[in-house]
T-cell receptor, first 116, second 114 residues
Framework: ETGVTQTPRHLVMGMTNKKSLKCEQHLGHNAMYWYKQSAKKPLELMFVYNFKEQTENNSVPSRFSPECPNSSHLFLHLHTLQPEDSALYLC???????????????FGEGSWLTVV | GEDVEQSLFLSVREGDSSVINCTYTDSSSTYLYWYKQEPGAGLQLLTYIFSNMDMKQDQRLTVLLNKKDKHLSLRIADTQTGDSAIYFCAPGWDSGAGSYQLTFGKGTKLSVIP
C-alpha cells in the first residue's frame, strides 16, 4: 500500500469509446504525475501537476486529456485511442513538484489499458 | 535530456549477492532512485542516494554512486526468491517551472534461482 490508489486496475476499451482513469493520493502531496509503461519503451512521463496546475505536458497526443481538480485527485480522460496506446498507466505523487531536495515520488499500482 | 542505461537481465542463485548497474548522462541529478516492480504491480520505491554521497546502506541494500563516471549500482545481499522483479534506476532532475521528473532506464529483470 503506497498511498496512491488507481482505478480501474484493468480497462478494455474500443477505439471509439470515452473512458477515464482515476488516481487518488492519501499522502498529503502537492504534485501528481501520469506515466506510461509499454513493452517497447522505458517508462515515459506524460503529465505533471503541481498544486493543481499543469507544469509538464511531454508532447502527449490530445486524445489523452488530464484533469486535476485538487491536489489529491488526478484523472486521465481517454478518447478515440489507438491500439498502440495499450499500456500500463501509472499515477504517482510527490510532496512538491519543484526543487528536488529529496522529493520522493510514490507510484500507484497502475491501470492496465487495452485498446481493441 | 537524460539517458539511462541498464543491463536487461541478471540471474543469481539464492543466497548470493546481486549487483545491478546503471549509467546515466545528466550530471545535474541531485537524487538518484531505485525502484522495484513485481509482475503486474506498480513501482515500489526501494532507496535513493544524494549525489554528494558515495555510498548508502539500508539493510540488505547498498547503493554505490560514482558521480565522476555517472555510474550507479544497487547491491542486494543474501538475495531471496522474493527479490525476483524488475529494478529501475531513475535519476531525478528539476526541469524548471515546478516540474520535478524522473528518467527511467528500461529496467533490469532479476531472476533468483532457488
Amino acid at each position: 500500500e503506497t498511498g496512491v490508489t488507481q482505478t480501474p486496475r484493468h480497462l478494455v476499451m474500443g477505439m471509439t469509446n470515452k473512458k477515464s482513469l482515476k488516481c487518488e493520493q492519501h499522502l498529503g502531496h502537492n504534485a501528481m504525475y501520469w506515466y506510461k509503461q509499454s513493452a517497447k519503451k522505458p517508462l515515459e512521463l506524460m503529465f505533471v501537476y503541481n498544486f493543481k496546475e499543469q507544469t509538464e505536458n511531454n508532447s502527449v497526443p490530445s486524445r489523452f486529456s488530464p484533469e486535476c481538480p485538487n491536489s489529491s485527485h488526478l484523472f486521465l480522460h481517454l478518447h478515440t485511442l489507438q491500439p498502440e496506446d495499450s499500456a500500463l498507466y501509472l499515477c504517482a505523487s510527490s510532496p512538491f513538484g519543484g526543487s528536488d531536495s529529496g522529493n520522493t515520488i510514490y507510484f500507484g499500482e497502475g491501470s492496465w489499458l487495452t485498446v481493441v | 535530456g537524460e539517458d539511462v542505461e541498464q543491463s536487461l537481465f541478471l540471474s543469481v542463485r539464492e543466497g548470493d549477492s546481486s549487483v545491478i548497474n546503471c549509467t546515466y548522462t545528466d550530471s545535474s541529478s541531485t537524487y538518484l532512485y531505485w525502484y522495484k516492480q513485481e509482475p503486474g504491480a506498480g513501482l515500489q520505491l526501494l532507496t535513493y542516494i544524494f549525489s554528494n554521497m558515495d555510498m548508502k546502506q539500508d539493510q540488505r541494500l547498498t547503493v554505490l554512486l560514482n558521480k565522476k563516471d555517472k555510474h550507479l549500482s544497487l547491491r542486494i545481499a543474501d538475495t531471496q526468491t522474493g527479490d525476483s522483479a524488475i529494478y529501475f534506476c531513475a535519476p531525478g532532475w528539476d526541469s524548471g517551472a515546478g516540474s520535478y521528473q524522473l528518467t527511467f532506464g528500461k529496467g533490469t529483470k532479476l531472476s533468483v534461482i532457488p
